[in-house]
């Protein structure tokens, strides 16, 4: 078999500028940088002062097997010690110290909130026939007695050791980390999972930013927000995700509701089955009408709930499967009162490829910038979110993949009228707001990588009520 290749002209490529964030104001200003571990080493997390005033240390329970308890210790000792980087030596700095960073401590919570499993577990998991919902039981039954002394912790470290590797994944969509994060979460409980790679990682130092970063907003904090965004837009991520009951399947929906600084720290959950008329075409439901009018409506809720009352005057809404005609006229049924509604479609895996040429036309050493933009038609845009990212390089360029072509996404628009190039640079912005990583970007937009993973945790949930849900109960 052989692949024809067709050469063709496409519209003249256009390169956008690597986004700003937004920290802390240590120096009396807000601080702006591109590069989110340098600017909270120069600026402090945007929620600094705010979290200082009520909060002076972040603190640590763990459960975990009884000779593994002192893991807690082990993680505070390391984070508040000072570091240097092994690996990525173009992108990582120093790591100064937890609270040199947030101007927060981070301590271990008293032996009252730590709990330790079964001493036989082991011999329980290999004994049973299920060997993983015997984990599942166990850590969640652990979870319930940590609850107790919930005012003791902020964020629940749960220790997973490597033998139990095997089980963490399994059939019928098995996640023990989803399990885990919903047991966790029904409860009003933050988590960190800590596994092998954490304690035995080479570089602490890229360890230390990681484990920082999602503690410190797992502990109430925000670390950074976007710094350039249209005042008053609300950015809606919707995120499916299936589960089969009683010979029926229905879905969990989720909408995480961004302000126009990208903070989204709650979000709302929706059950659409296809008895009430979603239809779904293998793994993708496409909701009827009034189904996306209430999915939609409950978002704007949750924005006005965080903003006074007032109703975003723009409102962006991804997913990664196209907007039906019928799913179009839900959301503007919902979406009536905004006068400007832009409907994006995101796409992650694409044929496309694009390789960033020198001016002889030879193949430049690099790939093509990060923001890299084309047209392909009015309604249909590539974006680069991977590429080569120099604002950010401690010396020259900075390509966070290391080898290969970067892929772009495609983003579809499918209502809407403003500029296309203020779309692309959003998603460009919205790929930079993972807050469980120390990385400059994701591939794809917050809106869609959040969606997706907290539709998968609610669909361990028996029902929804008691929403809408804060988002760091479930990163």
């Known amino acids: 078999m052989t692949t024809a290749y067709v050469r063709a002209e496409l519209p003249a490529f256009r390169e956008l500028a690597e986004p700003q964030l937004a920290f802390g104001d240590r120096h009396q200003t807000r601080g702006i940088d591109s590069h989110p571990l340098r600017g909270l080493v120069a600026h402090g997390p945007f929620s600094g002062a705010l979290l200082t005033g009520f909060k002076d240390t972040i603190r640590l329970a763990i459960v975990a ?3 593994e308890l002192g893991v807690a210790r082990r ?15 173009d992108y990582l700095v ?11 401590d981070i301590s271990v919570a008293g032996d009252e909130a730590n709990v330790p499993f079964l ?3 082991d011999d329980r998991i290999h004994a049973a026939s299920d060997p993983r919902q015997v984990i599942v039981d166990t850590v969640e039954a652990a979870v319930s007695v940590a609850a107790r002394n919930r005012s003791a912790f902020d964020v629940l470290v749960v220790r997973l050791p490597a033998r139990w590797s095997q089980w963490f994944r399994g059939p019928d969509d098995f996640d023990l980390r989803h399990s885990l994060k919903a047991a966790a979460a029904r409860r009003g409980i933050a988590t960190q999972i800590i596994l092998d790679d954490a304690l035995n990682y080479a570089d602490r130092c890229s360890v230390a930013w990681r484990l920082a970063i999602a503690l410190y907003t797992k502990g109430g904090g925000v670390p950074w927000k976007l710094a350039e965004t249209r005042p008053g837009t609300a950015y ?7 589960r089969s009951a009683h010979a029926q399947r229905f879905v969990r929906c989720v909408a995480q509701v961004f302000d126009d600084r990208g903070t989204g720290l709650e979000f709302v959950g929706y059950t659409a089955t296809e008895e009430d008329g979603t239809r779904i075409d293998g793994d993708n439901p496409y909701l009827n009408r009034r189904q996306m009018h209430a999915v939609l409506a409950r978002g704007v809720q949750l924005y006005q709930a965080q903003h006074q009352g007032a109703l975003p005057r723009r409102v962006v809404v991804h997913k990664t499967t196209p907007f039906t005609g019928i799913e179009t006229e839900g959301a503007f049924d919902a979406l009536g009162r905004i006068p400007d509604v832009e409907l994006i479609q995101v796409q992650q895996d694409t044929p496309w490829r694009g390789v960033r040429g020198t001016g002889d036309g030879q193949p430049d050493s690099w790939p093509v910038l990060r923001g890299t933009l084309i047209n392909l038609s009015d309604r249909d845009l590539l974006l680069w979110t991977q590429g080569n990212a120099p604002a950010v390089a401690r010396r020259g360029n900075y390509y966070k993949e290391g080898r290969g072509v970067p892929h772009p996404v495609v983003l579809t628009r499918f209502a809407g009228h403003g500029d296309a190039e203020e779309v692309a640079a959003e998603v460009l912005a919205l790929s930079k707001m993972d807050w469980n990583n120390d990385a400059l970007y994701n591939h794809i937009p917050v809106t869609i990588a959040d969606a997706k993973d ?17 988002f760091r109960h479930f990163m």
Do not use: M
């Open 236 to 242: 809606v991520g919707i995120g499916y995700a299936l």
């Open 454 to 470: 907290l539709a998968q945790i609610l669909r361990r949930f028996p029902s929804l009520a008691g929403g809408p849900f804060p």
């Open 119 to 121: 001493a036989d577990l």
């Open 94 to 104: 120093d790591y100064p110290g937890f609270r040199a960073v947030f101007d927060v």
């Open 75 to 89: 993680i505070v000792d390391e984070l508040r010690a000072a570091h240097k980087p092994q690996e990525r030596p």
């Open 65 to 67: 097997p009884q000779e």
